[in-house]
């Protein structure tokens, strides 16, 4: 079977990041490496020798500047000390048909990167973004989320409801214009949808779509299938012990689920 190498970017105020590289271990990752975002820059690590891309949760540069705007920033114009442009070896990443994850913070920086959701297949172009949620608040609760059994996403195949904490305050997907947002619904590239827990059907209804976007979007992929974007943070649920309700036997399926999709695709499973 493939090796997969596993690389979780740190640094700038993430704080998810060893929950989310033990979660890669737990679905089967060979390696999980935990690496700043300063040793990408100066060439210590390079993209090129991992599988899987994972851009973790965390207050990103405070949200001073809209979240992930600034860490965008810096994958958009700075080099390696090859002198290598980041986008080009994220490009380069992206056309090998290699996997990216962007949770919550990570998310967020995909969105402003315009890697997602990539209508027409244009990456580097942001389509949409993300604002404050219609709370006007922090939101940290559990969430219980759908996903799409049409999407090309590679991480959520196969898999039923979820049950799966968010915590964050920018988390309203806000498209370019309402085009945008028909065709990113007619072409399947809403990955995972917030769903109300007794109906199980997606919801605007506050608060179990926390943050109030439109078509309860909570999570985003591409046209390949091969990036997935969302705000709930399923590397907060690893463990059967994660769940608020444990103990007393509400059990659901963990958040390892989509790690462990994407480690068998690129075993070739």
């Not at 090796?3 to 089967?28: D, F, P």
Request: charged content about 20%; proline content about 6%.
């Amino acid at each position: 079977m493939a090796t997969v190498n596993t690389l979780v970017i740190t640094g700038y105020g993430t704080n998810s990041h060893l929950e989310t590289a033990h979660t890669a271990r737990l679905a089967g990752s060979d390696r999980a490496d935990v690496v700043h975002f300063s040793d990408i820059v100066s060439g210590k690590v390079k993209l090129h020798d991992y599988h899987f891309l994972i851009f973790p949760g965390g207050f990103l540069d405070g949200d001073d500047l809209g979240a992930g705007h600034a860490a965008s920033m810096r994958w958009r114009y700075l080099a390696d000390a090859a002198g290598t442009p980041l986008l080009d070896s994220l490009r380069a990443f992206l056309d090998e048909g290699k996997l990216v994850l962007g949770i919550c913070n990570g998310f967020q920086l995909l969105v402003k990167l315009g890697v997602l959701p990539a209508l027409d297949g244009k990456r580097f172009e942001r389509q949409v973004s993300l604002g404050h949620n219609d709370s006007a608040r922090y939101e940290d609760r559990w969430v219980h989320l759908k996903p799409n059994e049409k999407s090309p996403c590679i991480f959520t195949r196969g898999l039923s409801e979820l049950n799966i904490p968010v915590r964050h305050g920018e988390g309203k997907l806000i498209p370019m214009n309402d085009e945008c947002l028909r065709r990113i619904q007619e072409e399947n590239l809403i990955a995972l949808q917030y769903v109300h827990p007794e109906t199980h059907e997606p919801t605007q209804e506050y608060p179990y779509n926390p943050n109030g976007s439109p078509l309860a979007i909570a999570g985003l992929t591409d046209p390949t299938g091969h990036v997935l974007g969302l705000m709930p943070h399923p590397e907060a649920f690893h463990h059967v012990t994660n769940h608020p309700a444990w103990t007393r036997g509400e059990l659901d399926a963990p958040g390892t689920m989509l790690f462990l999709n994407a480690v068998k695709y690129l075993r070739g499973l």
